[in-house]
Nanobody, 113 residues
Framework: QVQLVESGGGLVQAGGSLRLSCAAS????????MGWHRQAPGKQREFVAQ???????NYADSVKGRFTISGDNAKNTVYLQMNSLKPEDTGVYYC???????WGQGTQVTVSS
């Protein structure tokens, strides 16, 4: 059974950076599309970024130019480098594998103004 475990969240001031990691176990994650989503308090979960099995990368308009998604097949891990963070980036960040619609437990990101 595939499991996704996120890490790297925390509290950071506006303008700062964080790097999230999502480690997958139980599957050859490298052949699957992976992505990041987030949910702010009182709001619906929203798409942030995706890297497909073919290497295509997509970003939400709100994070383009600030966030970078990448993957390491050897480590079965996908990353989200977040720079120039804003208070509106605050939320729980979830890792997702498209195949099987599998989600991690989430990691909290809080950006203070």
């Amino acid at each position: 059974q595939v499991q996704l475990v996120e890490s790297g969240g925390g509290l950071v001031q506006a303008g700062g950076s964080l790097r999230l990691s999502c480690a997958a176990s139980g599957s050859t994650f490298g052949i699957n599309s992976m992505g990041w989503h987030r949910q702010a308090p009182g709001k619906q979960r929203e798409f942030v970024a995706q890297i497909t099995s073919g290497g295509r990368i997509n970003y939400a308009d709100s994070v383009k130019g600030r966030f970078t998604i990448s993957g390491d097949n050897a480590k079965n891990t996908v990353y989200l480098q977040m720079n120039s963070l804003k208070p509106e980036d605050t939320g729980v960040y979830y890792c997702r594998r498209d195949l099987g619609d599998i989600w991690g437990q989430g990691t909290q990101v809080t950006v203070s103004s």
